[in-house]
């Protein structure tokens, strides 16, 4: 009887061992890294069954914050604008800005452009190389939000020789201490597969303008990247360089915590295609004077993901909607320092580019600034249009 048990011990004890070799966790390792958080309850949460064989998968959920519901929200389908914003067939109007609520009416900017894309194996000197070449910066007022008039352009390209002269594009607006400010792409002609994209500034007294550009790019891609050979390909590189080394897109400030917050994406020279897709990151550049200097923070990239920039303040930190590229698209992500994020819901597919209403009750509930904004849409390869997305709160049906 006592050898038996002397075998039945080193029985358990080999499978112990043979278990924490295979990644088994062992019922103590489980109890060290977790059992503070396996309680009845939770257990019961969750759909645990045995409490000393957890998955990856039910450790990285016992990991999660008890977290409610109250950041996941599902879109409805896109609907089609009237008025002047209506689809209209040979001309581009993508990108809209965040919608401000002034004079009686609401407002938007967007990249605006005419005629088919010609793409990069032709004449890049000439022709036009995608449906943001070649853009200015238009703006539009509604009454509700659905039918719109088209006022007129709002920031023209530069004139020849200037870091904008080809092509002003994808802005964003911000009202501060009753002066507006728009930010926005810039491209300099010749826009090759290469050429590297700024971020430019106007100001104006009024939403109506006239505007003021500030001289010189707010924001400019790192320039630590080094291209291989002459050939325009922007894969082929010797030194792939910061994350933002090729463009800095998607420029949106926050006024926070007393200083100037330009949340922006990266593309990075010899960008590769990852096991989450895209290699796109957000960064963030912090000023004093709304006008710059812009210092780029050295937390940069502060996204693994995402692509347009939708940020937005809420309980005293930042929240964002990350979509499109990267393993964490599709999730609303918070952050109460701006800077470091979380992720605090996954959400079916996202409207892409998105125009926050700004005159939202942000403080209401997370997601209340996303209940309805502007969107695009690709009618077809050359021409988009802006569209109104709108969203609800899912709970327990
Ligand atoms: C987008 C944005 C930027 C890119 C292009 C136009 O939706 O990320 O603006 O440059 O596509």
């Given at each position: 009887m006592r050898s038996i048990t002397i075998i039945c011990c080193f029985y358990w004890i080999f499978n112990l061992l043979w278990a924490c070799d295979r990644g088994i966790p062992s019922t103590q390792s489980i109890e060290k890294d977790h059992s503070l958080l396996i309680t009845d309850e939770v257990k019961d949460r969750l759909g645990?069954?045995?409490?000393q064989f957890l998955s990856a998968a039910s450790k990285r959920a016992l990991e999660w914050p008890n977290r409610s519901n109250e950041w996941y929200i599902e879109f409805s389908g896109l609907q089609p604008l009237k008025g002047d914003l209506a689809y209209e067939e040979g001309v581009v109007r993508r990108d809209p800005s965040a919608l401000l609520y002034e004079n009686g009416k609401y407002y938007v900017w967007y990249s605006k452009s005419i005629g088919p894309t010609q793409g990069f194996d032709g004449d890049v000197v000439n022709e036009k190389v995608f449906p943001w070449d070649r853009c200015d910066i238009w703006y539009a007022t509604s009454p509700d939000g659905w039918t719109w008039k088209e006022e007129g352009v709002a920031v023209p390209r530069g004139a020849a020789?200037?870091?904008?002269?080809r092509s002003v594009f994808t802005p964003e607006i911000l009202k501060f201490d009753n002066k507006f400010y728009l930010c926005y792409q810039t491209v300099q002609s010749?826009?090759?597969?290469?050429v590297k994209n700024q971020v430019g500034m106007a100001w104006s007294e009024s939403p109506n303008g006239p505007w003021n550009k500030v001289e010189k790019p707010i924001l400019s891609p790192a320039d630590n990247g080094i291209w291989a050979g002459?050939?325009?390909?922007?894969?082929?590189?010797?030194k792939k360089g910061d994350f933002d080394s090729h463009k800095v897109h998607d420029p949106c400030i926050l006024p926070y915590k007393n200083q100037f917050y330009l949340y922006y994406k990266g593309e990075q020279m010899g960008e590769e295609i990852t096991f989450g897709g895209r290699q796109i990151r957000h960064g963030v550049a912090i000023a004093d004077d709304i006008l710059g200097p812009y210092i780029k923070s050295p937390?940069?990239?502060?996204?693994n993901s995402g692509h347009e920039i939708c940020v937005w303040p809420y309980k005293g930190g930042i929240a964002s909607l990350i979509t499109t590229d990267g393993p964490e698209r599709n999730t609303i992500q918070w952050a109460d320092d701006g800077i470091n994020f979380e992720i605090m819901s996954s959400i079916k597919t996202p409207p892409h580019a998105i125009g926050l209403n700004r005159s939202a009750d942000q403080e209401k509930e997370p997601t209340e600034i996303l209940r309805w904004g502007l969107s695009h849409r690709y009618q077809n390869k050359d021409y988009q249009c802006i569209m109104r997305f709108s969203s609800y709160r899912r709970y327990n049906e």
């Open positions: 645990i069954t045995h409490a020789g200037r870091f904008d002269d010749p826009y090759e597969l290469r002459t050939k325009q390909n922007r894969f082929n590189v010797i937390y940069n990239p502060i996204s």
